[in-house]
C-alpha cells in the first residue's frame, strides 16, 4: 500500500478543471494523494474553494487575496473573507503575499493586503500561505515584524509556497516558524542551482504541492497540471535528499496535517 500524500497548494476552482474536477480529485485519490488542499485568491475564488471542500471529502480549502488582486482591497473585503474564513472547512488564509515581478497590483496595495491578511490569521488563529516573488527583503522583514509581534503561543506559522530560493533565506524563514513547500518545478533543468537548499530544509518542515494548473512537472511541460501528478515531484524531492518516496511521502503528510490540523483518514 503506497502511503497518501497531501497537496498542500491547487486551485481546483480554476476555469482549467471546469471539464473533468471531479474526475481529477477522483484521480489524485487514486494516485496516493488522500487530501488537497484548494487555495483562494479573490473573494469570488475562496468562496468556490470553500464550496469545494464541502462537497468532496478529502478537500480543504484556504481563503486570501492573491498579491496579483491587491489592488482596489479595502477594510471591507478583509471582513468578508474574515466571514469566509470561519467556515469549518477552512484551514488557512491564503494565498497572500508579495510579487515584485509581475507587479499586477500596486507595491502600496500589496503590502497593505499582505498586512490585513497577517492580522486576520492571527486573530482566527490559523497558518498563513505566502506567495513570494521577487520581494525577498520586503517579505522577510515584514515576517519578522508580524512573528515577533505575535503573542499566540509558539506554532508553526504558515508556509512559504513554491520555495526556491538559497539556503540563507530557507533558513530565515524557518527560525521564524514556517514551513516550505515544494512543487514539481524541482524538476525542471534550471532548479539544479537549488538544490542545496532544497537538501538543508529539515524533514519535519518540508511539504509538497501541485499549484495546479500551474507548474507542471518537467514530463507533462505545456500541459495543465493536476494533484494526480504529486507523486512525481515525491519522487523527484527523494532523488535530491537520497531518500525514498515513501519517506518523503510519510514525512510532508505529517507535516502537512501538523500545521493545518487536518483531521486523520476517514
Known sequence: MKPSIVDTH???DMAPFDEDRSEAIARAADSGVSTIITVGIDLESSRKAVKLAESYPRVFAAVGFHPHRATGITEADITRLAKIATRPRVVAIGETGLDFYRNYSPREA?????KWQLELATALDLPVIIHCRQAKKEMLSLLYEWTSSDERPKQPRGVIHCFSGDIDTARQYLNMGFFISLAANISYPSSSRTHDATRSIPPDRLLVETDSP?????RYRGKRNEPSYLPLTVETLARIRETSPEVVATQTTENASRLFRLPGPE
Do not use: E, I, Y
Not at 500589496?110 to 499582505?114: I, M
Open 110 to 114: 500589496q503590502l497593505q493586503g499582505l
Open 10 to 12: 491547487a486551485h481546483l
Open 214 to 218: 500551474f507548474l507542471p512537472p518537467q
